[in-house]
């Protein structure tokens, strides 16, 4: 809500109807038409009432009513008085509020305010005082997950997704496309696995529920409300760099990109000259299918050859025949260590021109 506004309202009923009133948030934060109407006493005793109880009620001469949302407390409107006329005045007020409530909302609430810093369409100077106005919590531990679905499906995604986060102080859910949404999770603390923990819970239960596959990139944890773009930027670059270089994977965190992040950040034309370079006696492309798979394997393994010709079930001197034929074609011996780092880079480098090429 916009206090401001809201404020402003209350002061406006309150002359026509000659009594206190206000609203008091979701967020239990109180905006009335005159300060300390309603004690913090009072307060605590409304909101904990309100929990299993969203019928209009009467307590310490205040009549309050309730504003349900999906099911769930929305904001409560009060009057001062419990006689009828306080509770006409109640639903009055509700057609009032909630018509501007909902005029103000697509401006003003804070899951907008969110989607507005992920898209770049506030100003970061304005971040701050944004934050102030809609009581924003400035500081506090978030990290960002953008979840990729891989189709459309009967399901919803993003009711799936706020189901298992209900808490709309701590986390805010914002819907980019038909199979695009952002997490803003809030944390009490940092902690890599429980970061990590959350991508694979929400993962098994779109696959559970849905039967909906996902991709989910993982931004670094930020401890400031004007961080949020960065790391959705960052969740985006994991997915991109995920996408290229282990496509198997179903959750990239952009703390555990690795050599891929320097490489996808690389000229195309600085990545052709490398692969030249390496490749004088030929080119990767004269490899085929089986012994592709082959270093891959050799390089799972540490360059152990007999683990690796266990793995493959081929005799230890058919691994070695392969690996010779590699370095006849490419003039390097994975045998060797440093010219096995130097292939692997190489792939790395050839993956990135690759889908450079698919994008184009």
Known sequence: MNTRVFQQMAYQMRDV????????????FVISSK???ISNSDLSCVLSFTEDNTDTFT?????????????????????????????NYVNILQVSFSGVKYLYDDKHDKTNFIKNIILDNILPGD??????ELHFPIEGLRAVYLIKSEKN????????????????????????????????????????DEVMNIAKSIYDNLMSEGLVKATIGIGTVIDN??????????????????????????????????IGRIIYQLPTTLCELFLSEVFKKGSIEDLDQEIIFTIQKFFENNLNVSETSRQLYVHRNTLVYRLDKIQKITGLDLRVFDEAIIFKVAMMVNKYLESNTIRL
């Open 17 to 28: 109807m000659n009594r206190n009133l206000g609203i008091i948030t979701d967020g239990g």
């Open 35 to 37: 300060e300390g109407c």
């Open 59 to 87: 307590y310490n001469g205040f009549t309050y009513k309730p504003v349900l949302n999906m099911n769930k407390v929305d904001y409560i409107i009060f009057v001062q008085g419990d006689d009828t006329l306080a509770k």
């Open 127 to 132: 971040v701050l005082a944004k934050a102030t």
């Open 153 to 192: 499906t009967d399901f919803s995604v993003f009711e799936i997704i706020e189901n298992m986060f209900p808490d709309k102080q701590q986390d805010f859910i914002v819907s980019l496309d038909e199979t695009s949404l952002v997490l803003v999770k809030g944390f009490e603390e940092e902690n890599d």
């Open 225 to 258: 409300v004007k961080e949020i773009a960065r790391s959705y930027k960052e969740a985006c670059v994991a997915l991109e760099v995920g996408k290229v270089f282990d496509n198997e994977k179903s959750i990239v965190s952009y703390d555990n990109l690795g």
